[in-house]
């Protein structure tokens, strides 16, 4: 349920309703805007009487959110949420992040020459990853906690923060310098994880499961926010449909459905959405134009080679191509 109140309304009355509905039992949820601000109720609502509510000389109008996703819902943050990862880089609401780098960390001089490059092409955060979620337990399972420190001197060496996957919660503690926690597709619905990010204040960058909903994907995200954690990018990676020639079926109609749904930053991944580099460009430039805020791209230095991913890596002089078109596309929006 929302309360959206008359413009002029003082604090101190604002507050006297804001308690009256915590000793109900109720969240409260505050989104000032420029002219109302709106009470998103999250809780048991059924017994608050909306009637009541209206009849309030500082309430202009209540309503009732259908949706099961409160604090992630637009009817409760009507603004475009912006992030702050650092105080040179946001995303949200215009600002634009271009996440790159290659799939895992696989020793210094790599990650340190990717960075260099994409920083170069103009990314604006470096990607990477530690703990790496792989279908069969044999493949490289990642660098782990030794790939994260590689990050952190890629990251030195650079100043681009830095995007790496967590696994487990219990990984917590290795996280500490990481600018954005990652959670992976197959992580999605990892509600435990999701609940201890929710206790953090990270920049949480959450990826469509391979077989989920939007409506899911906004639940998991109310997840983190549920527990106090309201800085969550939402990521588009493609879903797995009857399609084989592509490795997902990238849902690029995500983009402006979730626009709609949500307040909250969506970044769209091509790499692991086609799983083809030569299919990266065009989606990138398709999600752009569909108003994606950010995009991120697996580069690697030496595709071939690349110990995860390389089939859908580019090289730093293809994602520098891409980088440029991505520019030109977002001049042609405005
Ligand atoms: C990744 O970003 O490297 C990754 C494993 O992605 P996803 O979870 O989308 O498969
Ligand atoms: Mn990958």
Redesign the pocket.
Known sequence: MIAVLKSGVTKEQRQGLIDWFKSQGLDVHISEGEMHTILGLVGDTTKVDEELIEALDIVESVKRISEPFKKANRKFNPKNKVIEITKDVKIGDGEFALIAGP?SVENEAQIIEVAKEVKKSGATLLRG?AFK?RTSPYDFQGMKAEGIELLLKAKEATGLPIVT?IMNEKHLPLFEEVDVI?V???NMQNFELLKALGKTNKTILL?RGLANTLKELLMSAEYIMAGGNENVILCE?GIRTFESYTRNTLDLSAVPMLRELTHLPIVV?PS?ATGIARLVEPMALAAVAAGADGLMIEVHNDPPKALC?GAQSLTPAQFDEVAVKVRKIQEALK
């Open positions: 799939c990853g979620p996957e990652q992976g597709a197959r990826k990676r991944d692991h991913d």
